[in-house]
């Protein structure tokens, strides 16, 4: 980095936390640790420190607090997993593997095909059902008789 950017960050002054809860982050996630209730967590910040915030601004401060540890974390370690990821498909047979699958599901795929055709070929072959009505844009619609009934 540039020395004058440096100049210029070290010249800032310290940001404050953005939450009244900071202070207390430490007991906080301890109690939580322990299996104590965001309710408890609440009551024991107000008796104790006369602080007053709401069971779901404890509970939000709290997922805030682990999200950043986690992005934190995983940014460090994502490098060594991958690294590692790829030193284990090394020397494995997984070139091996692909054709067999692949014979396999084209055996599968020529099969259904076969069977679509088959199907095809037996719907085609028969002949069309006579519609049951007829439209005539000059003439009413009317009903006509099913196949083997008589029209008095």
Do not use: C, W
Not at 14 to 32: G, N, T, V
Not at 70 to 92: E, I
Not at 99 to 110: D, L, S
């Amino acid at each position: 980095m540039k020395p004058q950017f440096e100049a210029i960050l070290e010249s800032l002054p310290p940001q404050a936390p953005r939450s009244r809860l900071h202070p207390y982050s430490e007991l906080i996630r301890e109690m939580r640790k322990r299996k104590r209730s965001y309710r408890e967590i609440t009551e024991v910040l107000r008796d104790q420190f006369g602080l007053k915030a709401g069971i779901s601004t404890v509970r939000d401060f709290l997922r805030a607090q682990t999200k950043s540890k986690t992005k934190h974390r995983d940014r460090h370690s994502q490098n060594s997993s991958t690294t590692r990821n790829r030193k284990a498909l090394t020397g494995t047979n997984k070139e091996q593997e692909a054709p067999a699958g692949t014979a396999r599901t084209q055996k599968t795929f020529e099969s259904t095909e076969r069977h679509f055709q088959e199907s095809m070929q037996s719907v085609l072959s028969k002949p069309a059902n006579k519609p049951r009505f007829e439209y005539n844009s000059e003439e009413p619609l009317r009903i006509l008789p099913k196949h083997g009934e008589r029209d008095d």
